[in-house]
C-alpha cells in the first residue's frame, strides 16, 4: 500500500479567485479544483490517499515527506508556486510527480525536480503508474494514446475535500471544445471532439456533493454546448432531478456564444437551475476574432451585444471573458471594450492581455515571428510583443480598463440596466417551484433573506472604504424598492461582493501595490 499525497498550489490573488471578497465570507477559496477528488477516485483502494489544497490549507512538508508518492497539479498561472514546492520536496528526498495542464503544454518546464510527469488526462495513466510503481517498473513519463472515455470515470471523492472552506463546489459533464481558437490550450490539453458522461453519473456526482452540504455549484466544463445534440438529455435530466428535489443546487458555467441560437438549450439551462454562463467573447473588433479564429463570434445579420442580450432574455447572466492585445488591436481597443460592455450589460468581465501558451498554434506563430518574450513572469504582464501598440501601453491601458470596469458608478448602472430598467429574471424555474410549494417557498425566502441580511452585513463591517459602503447602501435600497424579491436581493449583494474584490484589485494595479496581473 503506498501513502499519497495530492497537491494543489495556491493561486496568486486573480480577478475570478475572489481573495478580497472571501474572507468577509469567512471562506479560504471560492472553489475546488476538479481534479483531485476525481485522481482519488482514480486511486485503487489498497492505496492511502489525502488531498492538500494550498488554498485553504498550508503546507505540511514534514508530513509529505513521510508520504510514498507526492502528486502535484496546476495551471499555468500556478507554475511558479509548483517549481518552489517541487523545489522544496526535492531538497527533502520525496519521490514527486507532475501532471495538470502546465507541464502538459511545457514538459520540460521542471526539469530534474519531478521524478514522473503526465501529460494531458490521466484516467488511464495514474492507475497504470501505481500498478507499475508497485512492481518498480514505472517510467518517467505518462501520456495516454486515446482521450478519457468520459462515460467510465467514477463519482470523484468530494468527501475527502475540506468543503466547509470553499464557497463553491465543482464538478464537471464534459470535456473538450469543437472550436479552434488560436490562443486557446483547451483543445491541446482535451480534443476538439466533446466527450460526455452519462446523466446517471452526473446526478451520482450531484448527489455526492449535497451530502457534503454544498448547495451552489461551478460546472467547469470550458464549453458545456460544445455537442449541443448530446448535452440536452443531459440537462433534462438535471433539471428533473433538480424538480424532484426541491432544487437543492444553483448552477453557473460556461458555453460558447453560439449559445444564443439555440432557444431550446437555453431554457433546457434555466430548468437545469443554471443561474449565469461565461461567455468568451473576446473582442468587438471583428478583425481581432477572425484574425484568433474565433469564426463561432462572427455571423453575419447580428451583432455580438445582440447575442449577448438574448442570453440574458433567456434568464442567463452573462459573464464574459475578453482579451487585449491582438494583432488587430491598437489603442482605440481599451474604449472599444468599455463601450460594449456598457452596451452588453455584463457586470463580470474576465480582462485579459493576450498570452501565447506553448503547444497552441499562437505560440508557435509568435515564436516563428520572434515575438515571444522568453521571460517566464514579464513585468508587462503577457509573453506576447504586439503589433500596433507598445507593451508599455497593451499594460498601461489593460489596468485602466479594469478600473473602468469596475468604476462603482458604472458597475452599479450596467446592473440597474439589466436588473431594474429591463427586470432581467433571475432563477425562474426554482421561483416557479416555489409559488407551487409553499412550505418549499416558504423555507426558500427564509434562507435567502438569512443570507442576504448576513452578507449585507458582513459588507457593512468588513469593506473598509466608506464611501464604497454608502454607494452599496444606496443601490441596495433601489434594488428593494423596485424588486421586492428575495432572489434580487441576494443576488445584488453577492454582485457587490464581487465588486469589492474586483475593485480593490483594479486599484492595487493603478497604484502599482501589486503586480499586473493577467487573466490569462
Avoid at 482521450?147 to 470515470?153: A, R
Avoid at 451552489?216 to 440536452?232: M, P, T
Wanted: aromatic share 10%.
Amino acid at each position: 500500500m503506498a501513502d499519497i499525497v495530492l497537491v494543489n498550489p495556491r493561486f496568486e490573488p486573480s480577478f475570478w479567485g475572489l481573495e478580497h471578497a472571501l474572507p468577509l465570507l469567512r471562506k479560504r477559496a471560492n472553489l475546488p479544483v476538479a481534479c483531485l477528488p476525481l485522481l482519488a477516485a482514480l486511486t485503487p483502494h489498497e492505496h492511502q490517499v489525502t488531498l492538500v489544497d494550498e488554498n485553504v490549507e498550508a503546507i505540511d512538508y514534514a508530513r509529505l515527506a513521510r508520504a510514498d508518492i507526492v502528486g502535484v497539479t496546476g495551471m499555468s498561472v500556478q507554475r511558479g508556486r509548483m517549481r518552489e514546492i517541487l523545489a522544496e520536496l526535492k531538497r527533502r528526498g520525496v519521490f514527486t510527480v507532475v501532471g495538470g495542464p502546465w507541464v502538459t503544454v511545457q514538459e520540460d518546464y521542471f526539469n530534474d525536480l519531478t521524478d514522473v510527469i503526465f501529460v494531458g488526462e490521466a484516467e488511464d495513466t495514474w492507475p497504470r503508474f501505481l500498478d507499475e510503481w508497485s512492481r518498480g517498473e514505472h517510467g518517467p513519463r505518462y501520456e495516454q494514446s486515446e482521450k478519457t472515455d468520459m462515460s467510465k470515470m467514477p463519482v470523484p471523492r468530494f468527501d475527502l475535500l475540506k468543503t466547509q472552506h470553499y464557497l463553491f463546489a465543482s464538478l464537471q459533464f464534459s470535456r473538450g471544445c469543437p472550436f479552434q481558437c488560436e490562443f486557446c490550450d483547451i483543445i491541446v490539453t482535451f480534443g476538439r471532439r466533446p466527450r460526455l458522461k452519462t446523466s446517471e453519473q452526473v446526478i451520482h456526482e450531484l448527489e455526492a456533493i449535497r451530502a457534503q452540504g454544498m448547495d451552489i455549484a461551478f460546472i467547469v466544463d470550458d464549453n458545456l454546448i460544445g455537442n449541443k445534440k448530446a448535452i440536452k438529455p443531459l440537462l433534462a435530466a438535471v433539471a428533473a432531478w433538480q424538480r424532484s428535489n426541491g432544487y437543492p443546487f444553483l448552477f453557473f458555467t460556461e458555453a460558447s456564444v453560439d449559445l444564443s441560437e439555440d432557444a431550446e438549450l437555453m431554457q433546457l439551462m434555466v430548468d437545469a437551475n443554471i443561474s449565469s454562463v461565461f461567455v468568451g467573447i473576446e473582442s468587438p473588433n471583428e478583425a481581432s476574432l477572425l484574425e484568433t479564429k474565433k469564426l463561432q463570434n462572427v455571423r453575419t445579420g447580428t451583432t455580438l451585444v445582440d447575442r449577448v442580450r438574448t442570453i440574458q432574455d433567456a434568464g442567463l447572466d452573462v459573464w464574459c471573458g475578453m482579451i487585449v492585445g491582438f494583432d488587430h488591436d491598437d489603442e482605440s481597443v481599451f474604449n472599444a471594450q468599455v463601450q460594449f460592455i456598457r452596451d452588453a450589460r455584463v457586470l463580470h468581465i474576465m480582462m485579459g492581455m493576450l498570452f501565447a501558451i506553448p503547444k497552441t498554434p499562437l505560440y508557435d506563430r509568435l515564436l516563428a515571428e520572434g515575438r515571444l518574450d522568453p521571460v517566464d513572469h514579464p513585468v508587462e504582464g503577457t509573453n506576447v510583443i504586439p503589433l500596433r501598440m507598445t507593451r508599455e501601453a497593451l499594460r498601461d491601458g489593460y489596468v485602466r480598463l479594469h478600473q473602468d470596469l469596475y468604476e462603482p458608478s458604472a458597475y452599479f448602472e450596467r446592473f440597474e440596466q439589466l436588473w431594474l430598467t429591463d427586470g432581467f429574471q433571475f432563477g425562474m424555474t426554482r421561483g416557479a417551484y416555489w409559488r407551487q410549494h409553499p412550505w418549499a417557498w416558504l423555507k426558500g425566502e427564509a434562507v435567502l433573506l438569512t443570507r442576504t441580511a448576513l452578507v449585507f452585513w458582513q459588507l457593512m463591517n468588513g469593506v473598509p472604504d466608506r464611501a464604497l459602503r454608502r454607494e452599496y447602501r444606496r443601490r441596495f435600497y433601489r434594488v428593494i424598492k423596485r424588486r421586492p424579491d428575495p432572489k434580487i436581493w441576494f443576488a445584488f449583494v453577492i454582485k457587490c461582493l464581487m465588486h469589492y474584490h474586483h475593485y480593490t484589485m483594479a486599484n492595487e494595479m493603478a497604484r502599482q501595490d501589486t503586480p499586473v496581473v493577467n487573466s490569462y
